[in-house]
């Protein structure tokens, strides 16, 4: 039975999860935390840090440490990556297969258009989950917040920072 829900889930977190990987995390925060209540939010956070420094788009990561997590075994992991990717697949496929008449047609464009706003609401969203005392457990985890988010803003090199954080994680706590 867990394994039909996970399947569920993660195929309604693909065919729901527009705009990327950070965008979806919000998807399945709600799916496995809230709804399902298969993990906690401190857990979920642990995953998704996990899910951004390993190669790969963070949503297939994601799914696959969850199957594990839920299931305990490498058959959650890959029914829940399988679930996840199928959406996705068969929507471009079908996609590319109508682009050439579609992509000037001003509905298309138009909804296109109008899923950028969302997609970027959905991606605070996932970054606003994780701004709550279970994981921002104390000053010390928003000040290295806080430090990150000025130095992506400023353009600092991305896999410098990872290095740094991984360090002061490793010293700090």
Not at 92 to 100: N, S
Request: a positive charge; aromatic letters at 14%.
């Amino acid at each position: 039975m867990i394994y039909l829900q996970l399947f569920l889930s993660y195929l309604k977190i693909g065919f729901f999860g527009f705009g990327g990987g950070y965008a979806m995390i919000s998807l399945i925060q709600n799916e496995i935390v809230v709804r399902n209540n298969w993990l906690t939010a401190l857990e979920l956070a642990d995953i998704v840090a996990i899910s951004q420094m390993t190669p790969g788009p963070i949503a297939i990561n994601c799914a696959t440490y969850v199957g594990y997590a839920v299931t305990g075994n490498v058959w959650g992991s890959l029914l829940a990556t399988f679930a996840v990717c199928l959406p996705p697949l068969t929507i471009m496929t079908v996609i590319t297969i109508f682009y050439r008449r579609l992509h000037d047609n001003y509905i298309v464009k138009s909804a296109l258009s109008w899923m950028r706003p969302v997609m970027t609401g959905m991606i605070g969203a996932a970054a606003l989950m994780f701004l709550n005392r279970e994981t921002f457990v104390d000053w010390v985890s928003i000040v290295i917040f806080a430090v990150s988010f000025v130095a992506i803003w400023k353009k600092f090199n991305p896999i410098l920072l990872l290095i740094i954080a991984a360090v002061a994680g490793i010293l700090i706590y």
